[in-house]
C-alpha cells in the first residue's frame, strides 16, 4: 500500500515537472532570454540587492528587448530609447494593458542636531497629496499621516522582497498566513480609513461645488447613476489609495536623493541660491511660472528627477493583442516590464550619464533644455498622471528651502553612501544632515 503511494505521488511529481518545463518554454521568434529555473523562473538569477544591474548585464548579452520567467509567466524587459518609444509612444494601443496577477495589482485592488529627513519628506509629499484628495493638511504627528506613511512605507519594503517574489512566482502559497499577509492587512485598514473619509464627505459635501478629489469623484458618481456605470465607491477607494502611494513615496524618495546629492554638491547649492535669490528679490514666495526665470534651478531639479531614478521599472505594462517589438513576437497578454533606468543613464543621450551634473540639462548657453531621454515618468499615453503635480511640488519645495536654509554635510559622517534601497520605488540609504537658517532670513 506504501509502495503505491509512493508510485503514485513520483508519478504525480514527473508530470508536474513535465507540465512545469513545457511552461517554461520560449515560443518561436519570442524575445531571448537566460534558461529558466521550475518553480521560480528566472527570479533567483535576479538579485534583490540590485536588480537594476543584472538587467543591465542581461541586455548587454541578449539584447534591447529580452525575456524572463516570473515562476511559469514570461515578461518581456524593453531596454533603451529607442526601444521603449516604439513600445510606448508608436505601439502605445498594442502595449497599453496593466498586469493583473502581481502582488502590487492585489495589493492596490484590496479594499542644530542633524536631522535624519526620511520621515520629514514623507509626511510632506503625504501631506500635499491629502490637500488635492481631501482639502485637508494635517500636522506631521497626526495618526492620519502616520497611518498611511506607515503603510506605504511597509509595503514597498515587502514588494521588493522575497516574500513578493514567492507570492508572484508560485500562486498556490497566496493565501497561505506568510508574511506578505501583512501588507494586505495594512492595506485594508487604510481602506477602512478612507471609507471613513468618504461618509463625512457625504455629509458636508455641496454637489456641483467640488473642494478636492473626492467630491468631483462623489459628483460624477451622482451623475451616473449605477446603470453601466465605471463609477463605484470601492473603486473611489481604491483610486485614492493608488493616488496618496503613488503621490507620496515616489516624490518623498526624490527629495531625499536630491538632498543627499545637493548636501555632498555645496557649489551646487550656492549656484541655485544666488539664481533665486535673483528672481525673487523683493517676493516673499516662489511661485512654479517662476521656473521659468530660473534656467540652473530647473536643470537641477531635472538632474535630480534622473539621478534618484525612483521608479526605474515604471509599473508594468502588458499587451493587448499579438504584436512586434524589434523584430520579435509578443502575445496578447504579457507581461511589458519598461526598463526606464537603460534610458535615464543611456550613453549617447547625456553629455555625463553616470554623474550628478546639472550640465545635462543646459545648453551652449546656459538655458534650460530637455533631452528626449528624460523619461523618469515613462513615455505614452500610461505615463505618471501625477508628472504635472510632481514637478510643481517638487520645484517649490527646493526652491522655498535652498532659500530659507542651508544644507550641510557632517564631518564625522564619512563619505556619502549612493547605495539604492529597492522597493517599490528606489530609495537611498538613511542618513542625517546638518541645517542651518541662512542669516538674511533672520
Given at each position: 500500500m506504501f509502495g503505491s503511494f509512493i508510485l503514485v505521488w513520483l508519478a504525480f511529481c514527473l508530470v508536474f515537472f513535465f507540465v512545469w518545463i513545457r511552461k517554461l518554454r520560449r515560443d518561436k521568434n519570442f524575445p531571448p532570454g537566460p534558461r529558466p529555473f521550475p518553480i521560480f523562473g528566472n527570479l533567483l538569477q535576479i538579485t534583490l540587492e540590485n536588480p537594476l544591474e543584472d538587467l543591465g548585464k542581461l541586455a548587454e548579452c541578449y539584447g534591447d528587448v529580452f525575456s524572463l520567467f516570473i515562476g511559469s509567466t514570461p515578461v518581456v524587459v524593453i531596454n533603451g530609447l529607442e526601444a521603449i518609444k516604439e513600445a510606448l509612444v508608436t505601439k502605445a494601443a498594442d502595449f497599453s494593458g496593466r498586469p493583473k496577477e502581481l502582488m502590487i495589482n492585489h495589493l492596490i485592488q484590496q479594499k542644530g542636531k542633524t536631522m535624519n529627513p526620511h520621515v520629514l519628506f514623507h509626511n510632506a509629499a503625504n501631506n500635499i497629496i491629502c490637500q488635492v484628495l481631501f482639502g485637508t493638511r494635517h500636522n506631521y504627528d497626526d495618526e492620519f499621516i502616520k497611518l498611511f506613511v506607515g503603510i506605504f512605507k511597509e509595503v514597498s519594503k515587502c514588494l521588493n522582497g522575497p516574500w513578493a517574489m514567492l507570492y508572484d512566482s508560485v500562486p498556490i502559497v497566496r493565501r497561505l498566513p506568510l508574511p506578505f499577509q501583512k501588507s494586505f492587512k495594512m492595506i485594508r485598514a487604510g481602506h477602512l480609513k478612507l471609507r471613513e473619509l468618504v461618509v463625512e464627505h457625504k455629509?458636508?459635501?455641496?454637489?456641483?461645488?467640488?473642494?478636492?478629489?473626492?467630491d468631483c469623484y462623489l459628483d460624477e458618481l451622482e451623475k451616473s447613476g449605477t446603470n453601466d456605470s465605471t463609477f463605484s465607491e470601492e473603486q473611489l477607494i481604491g483610486y485614492v489609495m493608488d493616488l496618496q502611494f503613488a503621490g507620496t513615496d515616489t516624490t518623498s524618495n526624490t527629495l531625499l536623493y536630491g538632498f543627499l546629492y545637493l548636501v555632498n554638491y555645496p557649489q551646487i547649492q550656492e549656484r541655485c541660491l544666488q539664481e533665486i535669490e535673483r528672481v525673487l528679490e523683493g517676493k516673499e514666495q516662489a511661485t512654479f511660472e517662476d521656473r521659468h526665470q530660473m534656467p540652473y534651478v530647473q536643470a537641477v531639479a531635472h538632474e535630480i528627477f534622473r539621478i534618484a531614478n525612483?521608479?526605474?521599472?515604471?509599473?508594468?505594462?502588458?499587451?493587448?493583442?499579438?504584436?512586434?517589438?524589434?523584430?520579435?513576437?509578443?502575445p496578447r497578454g504579457t507581461v511589458i516590464i519598461p526598463n526606464l533606468s537603460s534610458v535615464l543613464f543611456e550613453r549617447g543621450q547625456w553629455k555625463f550619464p553616470h554623474e550628478f551634473n546639472p550640465e545635462n540639462f543646459l545648453d551652449e548657453q546656459g538655458q534650460f533644455v530637455k533631452p528626449e531621454a528624460f523619461l523618469p515618468f515613462s513615455a505614452g499615453p500610461r505615463m505618471c498622471l501625477g508628472e504635472g503635480l510632481a514637478r510643481m511640488e517638487f520645484f517649490l519645495i527646493l526652491v522655498t528651502l535652498l532659500r530659507r536654509f542651508q544644507f550641510i554635510w557632517p564631518e564625522d559622517a564619512g563619505q556619502p553612501d549612493y547605495t539604492p534601497v529597492f522597493g517599490s520605488v528606489i530609495s537611498p540609504k538613511p542618513y542625517h544632515m546638518h541645517i542651518r537658517l541662512r542669516q538674511d532670513t533672520q
Amino acid at each position: 500500500m506504501f509502495g503505491s503511494f509512493i508510485l503514485v505521488w513520483l508519478a504525480f511529481c514527473l508530470v508536474f515537472f513535465f507540465v512545469w518545463i513545457r511552461k517554461l518554454r520560449r515560443d518561436k521568434n519570442f524575445p531571448p532570454g537566460p534558461r529558466p529555473f521550475p518553480i521560480f523562473g528566472n527570479l533567483l538569477q535576479i538579485t534583490l540587492e540590485n536588480p537594476l544591474e543584472d538587467l543591465g548585464k542581461l541586455a548587454e548579452c541578449y539584447g534591447d528587448v529580452f525575456s524572463l520567467f516570473i515562476g511559469s509567466t514570461p515578461v518581456v524587459v524593453i531596454n533603451g530609447l529607442e526601444a521603449i518609444k516604439e513600445a510606448l509612444v508608436t505601439k502605445a494601443a498594442d502595449f497599453s494593458g496593466r498586469p493583473k496577477e502581481l502582488m502590487i495589482n492585489h495589493l492596490i485592488q484590496q479594499k542644530g542636531k542633524t536631522m535624519n529627513p526620511h520621515v520629514l519628506f514623507h509626511n510632506a509629499a503625504n501631506n500635499i497629496i491629502c490637500q488635492v484628495l481631501f482639502g485637508t493638511r494635517h500636522n506631521y504627528d497626526d495618526e492620519f499621516i502616520k497611518l498611511f506613511v506607515g503603510i506605504f512605507k511597509e509595503v514597498s519594503k515587502c514588494l521588493n522582497g522575497p516574500w513578493a517574489m514567492l507570492y508572484d512566482s508560485v500562486p498556490i502559497v497566496r493565501r497561505l498566513p506568510l508574511p506578505f499577509q501583512k501588507s494586505f492587512k495594512m492595506i485594508r485598514a487604510g481602506h477602512l480609513k478612507l471609507r471613513e473619509l468618504v461618509v463625512e464627505h457625504k455629509k458636508t459635501r455641496v454637489p456641483g461645488k467640488p473642494r478636492d478629489f473626492l467630491d468631483c469623484y462623489l459628483d460624477e458618481l451622482e451623475k451616473s447613476g449605477t446603470n453601466d456605470s465605471t463609477f463605484s465607491e470601492e473603486q473611489l477607494i481604491g483610486y485614492v489609495m493608488d493616488l496618496q502611494f503613488a503621490g507620496t513615496d515616489t516624490t518623498s524618495n526624490t527629495l531625499l536623493y536630491g538632498f543627499l546629492y545637493l548636501v555632498n554638491y555645496p557649489q551646487i547649492q550656492e549656484r541655485c541660491l544666488q539664481e533665486i535669490e535673483r528672481v525673487l528679490e523683493g517676493k516673499e514666495q516662489a511661485t512654479f511660472e517662476d521656473r521659468h526665470q530660473m534656467p540652473y534651478v530647473q536643470a537641477v531639479a531635472h538632474e535630480i528627477f534622473r539621478i534618484a531614478n525612483t521608479a526605474p521599472l515604471s509599473v508594468f505594462h502588458c499587451t493587448t493583442k499579438d504584436t512586434q517589438l524589434k523584430g520579435y513576437s509578443i502575445p496578447r497578454g504579457t507581461v511589458i516590464i519598461p526598463n526606464l533606468s537603460s534610458v535615464l543613464f543611456e550613453r549617447g543621450q547625456w553629455k555625463f550619464p553616470h554623474e550628478f551634473n546639472p550640465e545635462n540639462f543646459l545648453d551652449e548657453q546656459g538655458q534650460f533644455v530637455k533631452p528626449e531621454a528624460f523619461l523618469p515618468f515613462s513615455a505614452g499615453p500610461r505615463m505618471c498622471l501625477g508628472e504635472g503635480l510632481a514637478r510643481m511640488e517638487f520645484f517649490l519645495i527646493l526652491v522655498t528651502l535652498l532659500r530659507r536654509f542651508q544644507f550641510i554635510w557632517p564631518e564625522d559622517a564619512g563619505q556619502p553612501d549612493y547605495t539604492p534601497v529597492f522597493g517599490s520605488v528606489i530609495s537611498p540609504k538613511p542618513y542625517h544632515m546638518h541645517i542651518r537658517l541662512r542669516q538674511d532670513t533672520q
